[in-house]
Nanobody, 114 residues
Framework: QVQLVESGGGLVQAGGSLRLSCAAT????????MGWYRQAPGKQRELVETITSGGNTNYAESVKGRFTISRDNIKNTVYLQMNGLKPEDTTVYYC????????WGRGTQVTVSS
């Protein structure tokens, strides 16, 4: 059974930083992609940033130059360093890991005050 344990959300002022972490635990053979998505109330879940096992990244234009994704393949953990946070970044962030199928975390709230 694979579980994703997220941490690092919270409240920060505009311009501040947060670092999200997501550790995959359980029986894991090989992780393909890892990443972060976010979903505001009443809206579709959207891509924030993903990273492949080879280190290739894909990100939303809205976070370009502000967010940086990384992963530790030994710890099966993915990180999202978020700098220059804006109030519009406020929402729930979900970790995603691709194994035999897609797995999702429960979400962590990020709130950016103006």
């Amino acid at each position: 059974q694979v579980q994703l344990v997220e941490s690092g959300g919270g409240l920060v002022q505009a311009g501040g930083s947060l670092r999200l972490s997501c550790a995959a635990t359980g029986i894991i053979w090989r992780i393909n992609s890892m990443g972060w998505y976010r979903q505001a109330p009443g809206k579709q879940r959207e891509l924030v940033e993903t990273i492949t096992s080879g280190g290739n990244t894909n990100y939303a234009e809205s976070v370009k130059g502000r967010f940086t994704i990384s992963r530790d393949n030994i710890k099966n953990t993915v990180y999202l360093q978020m700098n220059g946070l804006k109030p519009e970044d406020t929402t729930v962030y979900y970790c995603n890991v691709g194994l035999d199928r897609q797995y999702w975390g429960r979400g962590t709230q990020v709130t950016v005050s103006s």
